[in-house]
């Protein structure tokens, strides 16, 4: 399956962004989805992720309350909205489809078999 992320960019901290990623190749709506980001000399680390219906979603406690994973299987294309952005933030962020389908909230990159190209999200202080 192929991801591309697009609509990163730079911000003001504080300020709000949405990334998107539009997948292809498989059957999307069958497939949790996951965004996970890699800052400078760091891991990369999980984001959100969400099932496959969009009912359920989960959130690192570093970003909870603050981005919403959604979807839109009609499009094939999973979002994350970003609000009162920090500069710890900042990274590269990678949406991610995983090796199995199931109704699931997979966490850990190693069960993500696609990943996207990544797209640099800037927050500035």
């Known amino acids: 399956v192929q991801l591309v992320e697009s609509e990163g960019g730079l911000v003001q901290a504080g300020g709000s962004l949405r990334l998107s990623c539009v997948a292809s190749g498989r059957i999307f709506s069958q497939y949790a989805m996951g965004w996970f980001r890699q800052a400078p000399g760091k891991e990369r680390e999980f984001v959100a992720v969400i099932n496959w219906s969009g009912e359920s979603t989960d959130y690192a406690d570093a970003v909870k309350g603050r981005f919403t994973i959604s979807r839109d299987n009609a499009k094939d294309t999973v979002y994350l909205q970003m609000n009162r952005l920090k500069p710890e933030d900042t990274a590269v962020y990678y949406c991610?489809?995983?090796?199995?389908?199931?109704?699931?909230?997979?966490?850990?990159?190693?069960?993500?078999?696609?990943w996207g190209q990544g797209i640099q999200v800037t927050v500035s202080s």
């Open positions: 991610a489809f995983p090796k199995t389908s199931a109704n699931w909230l997979p966490r850990c990159a190693e069960v993500y078999a696609s």
